[in-house]
């Protein structure tokens, strides 16, 4: 089975802070996402790797930076959180198999930013 | 741009009821199209994707849909449901040539005793 894991299922911050959101997936996945949940808005892709120090921005990038120095752990960097990133972070990872491939998601970090 | 629509936020029937949960897409091209379920306090499992073979796919737990390239749709169905089916549900689209995935805002499904 795919395993993909996040480093904190509940996290809780404050205005300012730098926060890192660690994913692991244990399936050799080239491909691996950050989005954020927001109720009413679905999921949002914020940034995805398709290869260890390769990025390529989403929809919504802007206050995140990410970083992927090894093939199975891909970082989610707030770099000063503010009150609109509260929110539920989702990590995944797919395989290099086309557009088809299924994402295998993490249980996800419901981060709070006060 | 693609996008996709999840007609109604919340659902709710009974136990044993017909389940439908509706998904319409844009593409100019037929994408591919999968349904993601979230249950309490979890993250997204696949339950079923059409990949351009077969326009009924069957999935997980009993589920199937339907792609209509005449109506742009793929909506989830399952004949009767049960009470462990209430969760959240996503629909997605992804465009053949790229890995991104655009969800739908989802639909969360509530089933009566």
């Known amino acids: 089975d795919v395993k993909v894991t996040q480093s904190s299922r509940y996290l809780v911050k404050r205005t300012g802070e730098k926060v890192f959101l660690e994913c692991v997936q244990d399936m050799d996945h080239e491909n691996m996402f950050w989005y954020r949940q927001d109720p009413g808005l679905g999921l949002r892709l914020i940034y995805f790797?398709?290869?260890?120090?390769?990025?390529e921005k989403g929809d919504i990038p802007e206050g995140y930076s990410v970083s992927r120095e090894k093939k199975e752990r891909f970082s989610l960097i707030l770099e000063s959180a503010s009150t609109n990133q509260t929110s539920m972070y989702l990590c995944a990872s797919s395989s290099l198999a086309g557009a088809q491939s299924t994402q295998y998601f993490g249980p996800g970090t419901r981060l709070l930013v006060l | 741009a693609q996008s996709v629509t999840q007609l109604g936020s919340h659902v709710s029937v009974s136990e044993g009821a017909l389940v439908l949960l509706r998904c319409n897409y844009s593409?100019?091209?037929?994408?591919?199209l999968f349904w993601y379920v979230q249950y309490p306090n979890q993250g997204l499992q696949l339950l079923l994707k059409?990949?351009?073979?077969?326009?009924l796919v069957k999935g997980i737990n009993g589920f199937e849909a339907e792609f209509k390239k005449s109506e742009t749709s793929f909506h989830l169905t399952k004949p009767s449901a049960h009470m462990s089916d209430a969760a959240e549900y996503f629909c997605a689209v992804s465009d053949k040539s790229s890995y991104k995935l655009i969800f739908g805002s989802g639909t969360r499904l509530l089933v009566r005793p």
């Open positions: 790797s398709y290869d260890v120090k390769m990025k």
């Open positions: 593409s100019s091209v037929p994408p591919y």
């Open positions: 059409y990949t351009s073979a077969a326009t």
